[in-house]
T-cell receptor, first 119, second 109 residues
Framework: GAVVSQHPSRVICKSGTSVKIECRSL??????MFWYRQFPKQSLMLMAT?????????EQGVEKDKFLINHASLTLSTLTVTSAHPEDSSFYIC???????????????FGPGTRLTVL | GQNIDQPTEMTATEGAIVQINCTYQ??????LFWYQQHAGEAPTFLSY??LDGLEEKGRFSSFLSRSKGYSYLLLKELQMKDSASYLC??????????WGAGTKLIIKP
């Protein structure tokens, strides 16, 4: 099956620093990648949608200057949390999709997630 | 507005059958996903329904009624490892997902 990796799996940083998280589709080309964050005991919250070669579409309330997304190729998207603060501590998960047999994005393959802790 | 409802928590016995319901009200519909998520891990794909009816995959089945805005996930022959959260998500017209809050399923011996 399709595999999506994320790196790093865990990161601890000081307040004010920037953190980059990579999301890679290992054995398929992902036309669309999604970035989510998840707080404990809460559902996934979509942050942004990125299509290869174009600017990401951010959900309402998500600061695009703070969460920089780059989808440079069909197998790689990066999320950079700039000037991270303790309230940015969360579980960040990416997913990758490509049109399936039914002509729609009929599944999303999730990465294992990155746990960010900002001190 | 967009709204997806599913029960917060359910308890079932090992070897039994459990049905997790999901109702939704969304603008545009391009299918519905069910995912399983163990604590501290990313979700795992279980099923995708876009047409009305029941789709069976081994011990898991998923049903959709678009006219009623309703879906359920049916788990048979429950095993202890099935203890997890089950997330219902609807695909919007632009292919983005709207997520339910998840149903925590507790399996007892």
């Amino acid at each position: 099956g399709a595999v999506v990796s994320q790196h790093p799996s865990r990161v601890i940083c000081k307040s004010g620093t920037s953190v980059k998280i990579e999301c890679r589709s290992l054995d398929f080309q992902a036309t669309t990648m999604f970035w989510y964050r998840q707080f404990p005991k809460q559902s996934l919250m979509l942050m942004a949608t990125s299509n290869e070669g174009s600017k990401a579409t951010y959900e309402q309330g998500v600061e695009k200057d703070k969460f920089l997304i780059n989808h440079a190729s069909l197998t790689l998207s990066t999320l950079t949390v700039t000037s991270a603060h303790p309230e940015d501590s969360s579980f960040y998960i990416c997913s990758a999709s490509t049109p399936g047999e039914r002509g729609v994005l009929d599944t999303q393959y999730f990465g294992p997630g990155t746990r960010l802790t900002v001190l | 507005g967009q709204n997806i409802d599913q029960p917060t928590e359910m308890t079932a016995t090992e070897g039994a059958i459990v049905q997790i319901n999901c109702t939704y009200q969304t603008s545009g519909f391009n299918g519905l996903f069910w995912y399983q998520q163990h604590a501290g891990e990313a979700p795992t794909f279980l099923s995708y329904n876009v047409l009305d009816g029941l789709e069976e995959k081994g011990r898991f089945s998923s049903f959709l009624s678009r006219s009623k805005g309703y879906s359920y996930l049916l788990l048979k022959e429950l095993q202890m490892k099935d203890s997890a959260s089950y997330l219902c998500a609807v695909v919007r017209s632009n292919y983005q997902l709207i997520w339910g809050a998840g149903t925590k399923l507790i399996i007892k011996p």
